[in-house]
């Protein structure tokens, strides 16, 4: 596709959902199609990916991904993307997130984060998750010793008691194989809401060696006055629940202003999603969040 002197590259972008006993109208089939058509464009363009609920009930259903996400690790299905973080106000600030996400080997299908991290909670390979994510940032970043940006790490809540984990980390903190300050570790909101106290516990011990530290996905609905007087971080990640606050919906226009300014008292950033236009980047200026997750999805492998 030529337009004018420039050739834009073009991608192609497909959810899938499949009906059957457990689908009961054709709208949620629908429904279900879009959801998954969101991840595909999520990936970056040029895959598809087949709607799966985030979580299971039944015996099988944890017994067919402890079977499948073991195999991933052994055979380094895992790959690692990158997702950068810019700011409206200056052009040198830039955070890496990065994450992996699973193509089964011999296809095309992308798995996503939020699909196979309640899988592996349940199966219990989320720290080796975790560890697998590293070690995939580590050989990312010795093949790219150029890369000026800070690095946003996100860790599973399994991770904090972990304490063979910690002393990992800790060790490639010391030994400068993850730079401190250029590093963030990100924790989901959601998930560690019972264990506020041994989180503070780890800010403090990495803090000290320059690390920052980031609480993701956080919801619109999320106590963060409460949270941030339990924890100290650095940056607070908003999930993509906040869309009707920046279209003019008043109740979560006033319940933005006072996340915003609950962070201001603390000298806590926000992060906002992926947005879709301009009108929501202005609105975004407006209550005082000026970085923004891009849209860019870059494969690092």
Known sequence: LEIRDKSPQVTASVGLAVGGSQTFSADELLAQAETALREAERTGGNSYVRYRPSSGSGADDGEHWDEKLRHALNNEEFRLVSLPITSMEDDEFLINEFETRLRLEGSDEIIMPSTFRPAAQRAGLSVA??????????????????????????????????????????????DAELD???????????????????????ISRFAIRGVKFVLLDVSIAAKVDLLLKNIKVDYIK????????????????????????????????????????????????????????????????
């Open 238 to 301: 908003l999930s993509a629940d906040i869309a009707p606050a920046l279209r003019g919906d008043e109740t979560g226009r006033r319940t933005l202003e006072q996340m915003v300014a609950a962070g201001a008292d603390q000298e806590t950033r926000f992060i906002a999603p992926q947005v879709d236009n301009t009108s929501e980047l202005a609105a975004l200026w407006q209550f005082g969040i000026t970085l923004v997750q891009d849209d860019f999805v870059r494969e690092e492998n």
């Open 129 to 174: 998750l975790d560890r697998d994510m590293i070690q995939h940032v580590l050989r990312w970043r010795a093949a790219n010793p150029d890369f000026a940006g800070d690095m946003l790490l996100p860790i599973s809540a399994a991770c904090i008691s972990d304490d063979e984990f910690i002393a990992w980390l800790q060790q490639l903190v010391d």
């Open 180 to 202: 401190g300050p250029r590093i963030l570790f990100g924790f989901y909101e959601t998930e560690i809401r019972e264990n506020l106290r041994e989180l503070q516990r780890l």
